[in-house]
Every structure is written in structure tokens, then in C-alpha cells.
């Protein structure tokens, strides 16, 4: 897949992906290169699931666009692109938490990674979707109480590196869903609470600007590297050990090394099972083209976000981007975070026939092995009997939807 224009926005990004951790990245007129950050497990205190946030490299001198050459290869999920005589490589490693992006320029440039945050202070979202868990319908505005998006943390003081992380210091929804529903007497730990996450960018040589600025200095090749990661729970001192390892670890492989076994990973993927319909010529219909085209993506995106810890959203993946008139920047989701059943269970239909086993993992983990013992509690509770029973809509932790359950608390209602 090429493009021949530079984007004007998010709204022409590229998917990107290991599994867990996934990119909306573009690159626009003035040659900047811009991802979005987004991974299956950042929870937020509300129980929404935010993206890490979004970085720009940028170079001085900034490379032409005026010829511009851009292909996102399925093949080993890689975004490469030609500016002028200047080259990018992006991808996200298959095998560890790392974001390369590599640059290649006929003349040395500074390269500028910058991070760009939008939860900067706390803010009271406007109007909220469907699975919220403080969507109230009976209330005139549709909230049971404000819902409050806390600010990020920048990281102060990094030596020759930048970052920064979310961490729930409070937890709405869990505790409140279940004794409403009746099931607070099942002891589990607060799948919100202390939930932390986020990302450190580094390259070779390079000089902390500031806080939110890393210059790779002068020189025709340029290596930004970002490391991410959630951990649940966490203080900040844990998160900044897990992530310091994380890099120390992945760091000892040789870096081409790397690069093969990440190569051998999408080739393993790819060759295990396919369907490719060529062009056929002198036809007026391409529609076998087409069907073979669209399944191939949609493998490439189950692949991209299908190895983490909770199932792949049925509502845009972890590939949402701002969406005009959405609050909350590229967090928008619509319909919100909880997982509909009949909708959760279609980008995993076709996967057995796909040889694709390993990425039904999170699905069943899920369903079958984190929530059996509290939705066996569930059903006995709300019907008396043994046995479970999985209701349509659910959050990640087990719960029913606020609003689809009622705010009526169990004990209040006729038997």
C-alpha cells in the first residue's frame, strides 16, 4: 500500500502495531513525522481506554515533500517513506515494548522528538458514551456525576531522555458497579486503581532539551526509540523500574538482531495461512481483488492489536483518533469502553480458519479464566442459581454496563 502525498492530519495516519502496543502515524507537508501511541491495556481511572499520547520528529533542515513516496509493507509492518532524498523507517518490534523510528538524510540534520500531551489538567468530560460508567439516561444531562480526566505526568530531570505516564491515583466504577449490582461481597483487587502507564523516548547521543523536547544532534543518520509499558499496580518508582528494565533488557540484543527476528515474526504470521486474488485484466469487476485485499488488512490489524492483555475493542481497535466534535481528543471513543459480546467476538470469527490461534488468547482469557469465578458469584446472586451466565455487555473487569444494569441497587429491587 503507497501514497504518493504527505497527510494533512491524523485523519490520513497508517496502522502500526506488535500486538499490544499500536500507532496512528502519519507524515505531513512541512515532513514531520507523527504518531499516536495506543495500547490494550491503558485503563484510565474511569475505566476508559486512553491513548499514551503523541510524538513529532521533526528535522532541521526539514526535508522536501514535494516528492514524497510512502508504503505502508503488511509484510513485516513497517511504515517507510521517501522525502525528497530523505528516508523513514517506523515500526513497532514484534518482540519487545519499542517504537523505532530511523532516518536516513543525504546531509546531517538535527532530528527533534517531541512530546505532545492533551490531558495537561484536569478536565470534566462534556457529554459521555454509552458504556461510560457514570452515564445516567434518567438524569437530564445523561451523567450519574461529573466525569473527571486527570492530567498526565511529565518526568523531570531525565538525563538524555524524556518521558512521562498516567497513573490512576482513584478508581470510578468498579467498586460503585458492583455493590449497585449486588456483587460487592466478591473480594477481587481494583482493576483500575494505580493502573499506570506510559513511555520514555531516548536515542544515541542525543540532549535532553527539555522536559518535553529530545534532540538527536547533527549527524545523516537518526535512531528515536520509545519504550512502552503499562504495569498494574504501581507507584511511580515501580513503573520507572519496570520500564528501566524493559529498555536494559531489550537493549543487550543486537539491534539488527532485532529487526530479523521481528521480520521473522510477521513472515512466520503471514505464511502460515493466506489468500491472495491477483488483478484480474480486461474485467470490468475486481470484486475477488478486493475481498482478498480487505481480509489480508484485516488480519494485518488483528495482528497489530491482538496480542495484549484484554481482547481486541470492537470500536476502532486501539486506532481511534480525534473525531470532530468528540471531547476528549484522540481518548474519543464511540460507544465507549465496555465490550458488547455480539460485536467483541467479529474480528475473532474468522481467525481458526486463519490459523491465527495464538491471537484468540486475550479473548478467551478474559471470558473464560479472569471473570469465570466472579460471573459464576454474579449468577447466583442475580438468579439463585448455580451455573454462570455472561450478560451481552460487560467492562473488562465484569461488571454491567451502568446504564444498561440500572441504578437502582439490587437490594432495592423486587424479586
Given at each position: 500500500?503507497?501514497?504518493?502525498?504527505?497527510?494533512?492530519?491524523?485523519?490520513?495516519?497508517?496502522?502500526?502495531?506488535?500486538?499490544?502496543?499500536?500507532?496512528?502515524?502519519?507524515?505531513?507537508?512541512?515532513?514531520?513525522?507523527?504518531?499516536?501511541?495506543?495500547?490494550?491495556?491503558?485503563?484510565?481511572?474511569?475505566?476508559?481506554?486512553?491513548k499514551i499520547g503523541r510524538v513529532r520528529i521533526s528535522l532541521d533542515p526539514a526535508p522536501s515533500t514535494d516528492d514524497f513516496l510512502q508504503t505502508l509493507n503488511l509484510a513485516d509492518g513497517t511504515l517507510r517513506a521517501r522525502c525528497g532524498e530523505?528516508?523513514?523507517?517506523?515500526?513497532?518490534?514484534?518482540?519487545?515494548?519499542?517504537?523505532?523510528?530511523?532516518?536516513?538524510?543525504?546531509?546531517?540534520?538535527?532530528?527533534?522528538?517531541?512530546?505532545?500531551?492533551?490531558?495537561?489538567?484536569?478536565?470534566?468530560?462534556?457529554?459521555?458514551?454509552?458504556?461510560?460508567?457514570?452515564?445516567?439516561?434518567?438524569?437530564?444531562?445523561?451523567?450519574?456525576?461529573?466525569?473527571?480526566?486527570?492530567?498526565?505526568?511529565?518526568?523531570?530531570?531525565?538525563?538524555?531522555?524524556?518521558?512521562?505516564?498516567?497513573?490512576?491515583?482513584?478508581?470510578?466504577?468498579?467498586?460503585?458497579?458492583?455493590?449497585?449490582?449486588?456483587?460487592?461481597?466478591?473480594?477481587?483487587?481494583?482493576?483500575?486503581?494505580?493502573?499506570?502507564?506510559?513511555?520514555?523516548?531516548?536515542?544515541?547521543g542525543a540532549k535532553r532539551i527539555d522536559n518535553m523536547r529530545l534532540l538527536s544532534p547533527k549527524s545523516k543518520e537518526h535512531r528515536i526509540d520509545v519504550y512502552v509499558l503499562t504495569k498494574h499496580p504501581a507507584t511511580e518508582n515501580d513503573w520507572?523500574?519496570?520500564?528501566?528494565?524493559?529498555?536494559?533488557?531489550?537493549?543487550?540484543?543486537?539491534?539488527?538482531?532485532?529487526?530479523?527476528?521481528?521480520?521473522?515474526?510477521?513472515?512466520?504470521?503471514?505464511?502460515?495461512?493466506?489468500?491472495?486474488?491477483?488483478?484480474?485484466?480486461?474485467?470490468?469487476?475486481?470484486?475477488?481483488?478486493?475481498?482478498?485485499?480487505?481480509?489480508?488488512?484485516?488480519?494485518?490489524?488483528?495482528?497489530?492489536?491482538?496480542?495484549?492483555?484484554?481482547?481486541?475493542?470492537?470500536?476502532?481497535?486501539?486506532?481511534?483518533?480525534?473525531?470532530?466534535?468528540?471531547?476528549?481528543?484522540?481518548?474519543?471513543?464511540?460507544?465507549?469502553?465496555?465490550?458488547?459480546?455480539?460485536?467483541?467476538?467479529?474480528?475473532?470469527?474468522?481467525?481458526?480458519?486463519?490459523?491465527?490461534?495464538?491471537?484468540?488468547?486475550?479473548?478467551?482469557?478474559?471470558?473464560?479464566?479472569?471473570?469465570?469465578?466472579?460471573?459464576?458469584?454474579?449468577?447466583?446472586?442475580?438468579?439463585?442459581?448455580?451455573?454462570?451466565?455472561?450478560?451481552?455487555?460487560?467492562?473488562?473487569?465484569?461488571?454491567?454496563?451502568?446504564?444498561?444494569?440500572?441504578?437502582?441497587?439490587?437490594?432495592?429491587?423486587?424479586?
Amino acid at each position: 500500500m503507497y501514497w504518493k502525498t504527505p497527510s494533512k492530519d491524523h485523519n490520513g495516519s497508517r496502522p502500526l502495531g506488535n500486538g499490544e502496543t499500536g500507532l496512528n502515524a502519519w507524515i505531513e507537508k512541512n515532513g514531520d513525522l507523527i504518531f499516536y501511541i495506543s495500547r490494550i491495556d491503558s485503563w484510565g481511572d474511569n475505566g476508559r481506554l486512553l491513548k499514551i499520547g503523541r510524538v513529532r520528529i521533526s528535522l532541521d533542515p526539514a526535508p522536501s515533500t514535494d516528492d514524497f513516496l510512502q508504503t505502508l509493507n503488511l509484510a513485516d509492518g513497517t511504515l517507510r517513506a521517501r522525502c525528497g532524498e530523505t528516508e523513514f523507517r517506523l515500526w513497532v518490534d514484534a518482540n519487545h515494548p519499542v517504537i523505532h523510528t530511523e532516518i536516513k538524510a543525504p546531509q546531517e540534520t538535527d532530528a527533534i522528538a517531541t512530546v505532545e500531551l492533551w490531558r495537561t489538567k484536569p478536565y470534566s468530560l462534556p457529554s459521555l458514551e454509552s458504556s461510560d460508567v457514570l452515564l445516567d439516561s434518567s438524569k437530564p444531562n445523561n451523567q450519574h456525576a461529573e466525569t473527571i480526566v486527570e492530567p498526565d505526568v511529565i518526568l523531570d530531570n531525565q538525563k538524555d531522555r524524556i518521558g512521562w505516564y498516567h497513573r490512576n491515583s482513584k478508581s470510578v466504577g468498579p467498586a460503585m458497579c458492583a455493590k449497585i449490582q449486588g456483587v460487592d461481597g466478591f473480594k477481587r483487587p481494583d482493576p483500575l486503581l494505580h493502573r499506570t502507564f506510559g513511555a520514555i523516548v531516548k536515542a544515541n547521543g542525543a540532549k535532553r532539551i527539555d522536559n518535553m523536547r529530545l534532540l538527536s544532534p547533527k549527524s545523516k543518520e537518526h535512531r528515536i526509540d520509545v519504550y512502552v509499558l503499562t504495569k498494574h499496580p504501581a507507584t511511580e518508582n515501580d513503573w520507572l523500574t519496570a520500564i528501566d528494565t524493559a529498555i536494559r533488557e531489550t537493549e543487550k540484543i543486537d539491534f539488527e538482531k532485532r529487526r530479523e527476528a521481528h521480520e521473522d515474526w510477521w513472515r512466520a504470521f503471514w505464511n502460515r495461512s493466506w489468500i491472495h486474488m491477483a488483478p484480474a485484466e480486461g474485467v470490468q469487476s475486481n470484486d475477488a481483488f478486493l475481498v482478498s485485499q480487505a481480509y489480508a488488512l484485516q488480519r494485518y490489524m488483528n495482528a497489530c492489536a491482538g496480542r495484549g492483555r484484554y481482547p481486541i475493542k470492537f470500536n476502532g481497535s486501539i486506532f481511534t483518533v480525534p473525531f470532530d466534535g468528540g471531547p476528549g481528543d484522540a481518548d474519543y471513543r464511540r460507544w465507549g469502553p465496555g465490550y458488547w459480546w455480539q460485536n467483541t467476538r467479529l474480528p475473532y470469527i474468522s481467525m481458526c480458519a486463519s490459523g491465527d490461534f495464538d491471537l484468540t488468547g486475550p479473548l478467551y482469557k478474559m471470558y473464560c479464566r479472569d471473570l469465570f469465578e466472579y460471573l459464576k458469584y454474579q449468577t447466583k446472586i442475580h438468579t439463585g442459581h448455580a451455573g454462570i451466565y455472561v450478560p451481552e455487555c460487560i467492562y473488562f473487569w465484569g461488571d454491567m454496563f451502568s446504564n444498561t444494569y440500572g441504578w437502582e441497587p439490587c437490594s432495592e429491587r423486587i424479586d
